[in-house]
C-alpha cells in the first residue's frame, strides 16, 4: 500500500525528529502499519542482522513525508533529490528506527544512495525545510512511500500551535509560504 493519498488525515503525531540546529525538526505521523518492509526480504534479513524486529512505524515528515513502514530502503529518493532532503539515518545514528521518532539528528548521516547502512536504514527528511517541491522522489520511489504537498504545512503547524488562520476573504490560505 503505497502512502495514502489524503496523509496526514486520520493520523495524529506520534513523535519527533529534530534537527541539532535547534530550529528545524519534523513530526512522525501514527500510528504505523505492516507494509512493504514488512514483506521485503532484504528489509527482513537486515532487521534479523540487527536483532531486531519489523515494527509499524509510521509517516516521518508532513510536507515532505516519507512512510518508514512502506520504505524498503532502496534510495532512489536520496539520489534523486537535487537539495539533499534526505539522509540515510542510520548512518548517522546506528539505532532502531522505533528509537529515532523522537531522536536529534545533525543532519551528517549519508546522503548517497549506495551507502546505507543496509536494508533496515530509512530515508528521513531531516532537512524537509529545504525541499523546493519539485518532486523528483515521489516519482523514483518503488514502493511509493513519498508524499510531497506543501498544503500539508497546515497541519505541521496545527500540530506545532503555529497556525493562524488568515483573516475572511478571498485569501488563499496556502499562499502565505
Known sequence: MPIAEDFPKGLHVIGKIKHSDGEHFHYVWGPGRMAEAAEDPACIAAYEAHGEKIEPLGVSGT????????CVGDGACIEACPVQVFQWYRTEKDIPA?????????????????????????????REHDCIWCMACVSVCPPLAIK??????????????????????????????
Open 148 to 177: 510531497v504537498d506543501q498544503s500539508n504545512l497546515e497541519a505541521h503547524e496545527k500540530a506545532s500551535g503555529t497556525y493562524q488562520q488568515l483573516g475572511s476573504g478571498t485569501a488563499n490560505p496556502h499562499a502565505h509560504h
Open 98 to 126: 522505533i528509537q529515532a521518532i523522537n531522536e536529534t539528528f545533525d543532519g551528517t548521516g549519508k546522503t548517497v544512495k549506495e551507502e546505507k547502512l543496509d536494508r533496515s536504514d530509512k530515508a528521513d527528511p531531516i
Open 63 to 70: 510536507m515532505v513525508a516519507v512512510d518508514w513502514d512502506a
